[in-house]
């Protein structure tokens, strides 16, 4: 069993002169339920090598039973340290691919290429693709076989509307993912505000926000015991 976990590389939070990037609670949990279930992990980025850690997810109170399993753990950081480049990896040698959010994915992700194809690649094979909080972002410009946004008629979720008030954002982002979920045809659905929420549409899995993150994971891994 081969995942593939595909990172952001922006760093920058709009033009706020603040930094951003991926969120460690999205990383660190769907990282442990993959790892302790036997899992071979690559882990991917735009430029590869250290990825941009959001600092707020760095916060005491954004802490969690696997952000502190992660930080005492030296190889879980060896290989965050080390991410390979996304333009190097292949959808046809991995069994599924897991996107980690954060607000960096808005910048870079939502628009690379690469991330696009891969997406459109393993969701055409039957792969299961997964991708919480910010990170339904990647899904933007993602088509289906038929030309049509991947994510038209099918049950979507991501950060709300509500939650990105919440932080004082919504001026920042280059776009909301919930109103862009719902533009490109998605059957947009949410929980309330930051509690676990996720929807699966095939072998398409969206999570809410960072407490999705982990029941994401592990419906993924469902599939894929299926």
Known sequence: MKILMVLTS???????????????????????????AGATLTVASPQGGQPPLDPKSDDASAQTDATKRFK??????QVLA???????????DYDAVFYPGGHGPLWDLAEDRQSIALIERMYAAGKPVAAVCHA????????????????????????????EDAVQ???VVPFLVEDMLKENGGDYSKGADWAPYVTQAGHLITGQNPASSEPAAEALLALLKK
Do not use: C, I
């Open 72 to 77: 005492a753990d030296d190889e879980a950081q």
């Open 169 to 171: 954002l919504t001026n």
């Open 10 to 36: 922006h760093d920058q939070l709009g033009n706020t002169g603040e930094k951003t990037g991926f969120w460690l609670e999205e990383f660190a949990a769907p990282y442990y339920v993959f790892k302790d």
């Open 82 to 92: 080390s991410t390979v480049k996304l333009a190097s990896v292949s959808g046809a």
């Open 136 to 163: 339904p972002a990647v899904l933007r410009h993602a088509k289906a076989a038929n030309g049509e946004p991947l994510v038209k008629g099918k049950s979507v979720t991501g950060f709300t509307n509500t939650e």
